[in-house]
């Protein structure tokens, strides 16, 4: 058996695995948890907003922690963290041979490599969920994203990719957008979604990429300052909102699209073409 039979027998065989009805099973928890941990994000950015600051991060360590703050939390930690870990092996094969329903070849390249740095995004999720579900929860997002923009503007020409990286950020809130403002999100949904589902699936991912923009904007701005504290993850970017004049009106808005985000990965979950 040459490697080019045993490529394509291998691939054969990933992609069985990928249609079988437990792979889609585990594809649906994974998108009910991150739909849980976006609606969890809202509710505590809901609370910013109106109650002073809450005693969790608005962000998805703050969601985990209050998953674990449940008298079971600990077992419920575990099967985020697994259901997870089912979107990363979701991601890796559209990243490897996905999205063949998409005609344009430009644009599915595009998409798997897309799906490459969600496979990325979801397992740092799932070790985080597993290290919360230990007792470890680490540095704040905050105090990790200047950690991490303060070790890279130590290094030769650090503010430069540092720029790019923030532009980079920057590009990737303005594609959320584009995608919610277009609908072309349901290009990814199997059948036809109900108007609701579209409805939250469009607000959601506007306000996805508004919280992404910002955070890129506060990495600009720490590393063009040449000052890493200004750096800030989701919850130092919606602390930021609520300080502006209308804060916590903005702050409402953008905590309701990240809830309607999680109430499109809801119906998603059932409709996800694999």
Known sequence: MNAGTAGREAEGTAKRVSDSAWFGVLVMAGLVAVGIVHCLIGVLALQMAWTGSPDKQADQKGALSAIASNPVGGVLLWIVAIALIGLVLWKL?????????????????????????????YLVLAITAIRFSVGDSGKSSDQQQQTRVGELLSKPFGQVVAVVVAAAVVGYGIVLIKRGVSASFLDDYEGHPSDAVKRFGQVGFIAKGIGVGLIGVLLGWAAWSYDPKKAAGLDGSLRLVKEQTAGPIMLTLIAAGLIAYGLYCFG???HARR
Request: net charge positive; aromatic share 16%.
């Open 93 to 121: 094969t559209q990243a490897w041979w996905g999205y063949g329903y998409v005609p344009k070849k430009s644009k599915r390249v595009r998409k798997r490599i897309g799906a490459g740095g969600a496979a990325v995004m």
């Open 268 to 270: 998603w979950s059932r």
